[in-house]
């Protein structure tokens, strides 16, 4: 019997992306020509392109004016509290219910977006944090993120605010999660959230947690030897064991340790044993030393959503968080059409877990479609003013 076969354009792409989109972020028409469904056109563009709303308008030649669209978006866009719960039931609008049938693996990150310049009305706005790309001021997003293979969707996206409480964070992610219906069956976290308040809220909320266990304490060549959690970077062989952190206000939380002790085997010119060191708690049990590594090493596929996101971030110098909120937004909502598409529609059903084909069509691709159906719908401007021609 031979099976039906379809087809999908760059029209259904767009169709798909704009109409999730107005369904939860509800953009309202500015104008008879600059309506929502020119908005989303143009920001679907700029996101492809990676570039700013200013420069998509003007490379459109039929696309209204750079000035035009960014007052629509202002006159249209909530406040940020409400945005970001728009945001949140977008990114949850397209997830398959066997997410919701049983409890999933999930991982909570920060991701930092470098920023250069002064906050637009509040301190609070930019995050402080180490230095990088030449900066220790940041615009944080923390998300919860799904580990399961072919239906790695974003879950929940959370705007950090300089000074918010990491605890404070966690638990918002886990509240919108719960809101879409998906119960955690043990958290994936970075050793960022490795804190007394962090670890006490989870213990205590009985949130079965995976983390590395940061290494902070005495070195080797210190006459009084190795101290405080640095004396499981010695570790010759792997080992069960029980570590206590204590604050700057005497807060003190205790967790488990596993030490996963690996051989290097000239991995990048290094030779011996090298210790992985992680805390868990919560009620989790490990079954192995090597579980406790490979289902951490689940955990960095988060990292690649982030880098997603940076392929089909707008690009901005605005200083308002409201527009950056946005942008991040729609970089992880077209992500997420992403993963819906390979899983919903590309995927060859069969027995057992569904056949992926991520060759099928790449983000990138994906990306192109966008951009490409913009510039068929209105032109893209190839000529521009000059002062004088050029020599011939």
């Known amino acids: 019997m031979c099976r039906r076969q379809s087809t999908i354009t760059p ?3 767009q169709r798909h992306t704009a109409t999730l989109g107005q369904k939860h972020l509800r953009l309202k028409d500015f104008s008879p020509r600059t309506t929502a469904a020119v908005l989303w056109t143009l920001l679907c563009y700029a996101c492809a392109r990676v ?4 420069d998509a308008c003007s490379t459109l030649k ?9 007052a629509a978006l202002m006159a249209t866009l909530p406040a940020l509290a409400s945005l970001q719960l728009r945001i949140n039931r977008a990114l949850q609008g397209d997830l398959p219910k066997a997410l919701r049938q049983r409890p999933q693996p999930l991982a909570i990150d920060l991701t930092l977006i470098p920023y250069h310049g002064k906050p637009h009305t509040d301190l609070e706005e930019v995050y402080r944090s180490k230095a990088k790309h030449g900066t220790t001021h940041f615009h944080a997003y923390a998300t919860a993120y799904v580990v399961r293979k072919g239906q790695r969707f974003t879950l929940a996206l959370v705007y950090v605010r300089k000074g918010q409480a990491l605890k404070d964070v966690v638990r918002e992610l ?3 999660a719960a809101r879409a219906g998906v119960r955690p069956r043990y ?5 960022e959230f490795c804190s007394v308040e962090v670890l006490r809220y989870l213990q205590h909320s009985r949130r079965r947690f995976l983390m590395p266990l940061p290494l902070r304490g005495r070195k080797a060549d210190h006459p009084r030897g190795p101290g405080g ?3 499981y970077a010695y570790a010759k062989c792997s080992r069960w064991s029980r570590y206590t952190l204590t604050n700057a206000k005497g807060k003190k939380a205790t967790v488990r340790v596993c030490v996963k002790c690996r051989n290097l085997k000239g991995e990048r010119g290094k030779h011996g044993r090298q210790p992985l060191v992680y805390a868990y708690g919560g009620g989790l049990v490990p079954g192995s030393y090597p579980w406790v590594q490979e289902t951490y090493r689940k955990r960095f596929g988060i990292e690649t959503s982030y880098r997603q996101l940076r392929q089909a971030c707008i690009t901005t110098s605005t200083r308002n968080p409201l527009l950056r909120l946005l942008y991040v937004g729609l970089a992880l909502l077209l992500r997420n059409v992403w993963v819906w598409l390979h899983w919903e529609v590309l995927a060859r059903k069969r027995r057992g877990m569904r056949q992926l084909n991520l060759g099928a069509l790449p983000l990138r691709q994906l990306l192109l479609w966008l951009q490409r159906f913009a510039e068929q719908l209105w032109g893209v401007c190839e000529e521009i003013q000059t002062q004088r021609p050029i020599p011939t």
């Open 174 to 176: 886990l509240r919108l």
């Open 187 to 191: 958290l994936l976290l970075d050793k």
């Open 51 to 54: 570039t700013s709303l200013a």
């Open 62 to 70: 039929d696309a209204p004016s750079d000035s035009t669209a960014h």
């Open 11 to 13: 029209q259904d792409v």
């Open 229 to 231: 959690s640095r004396v």
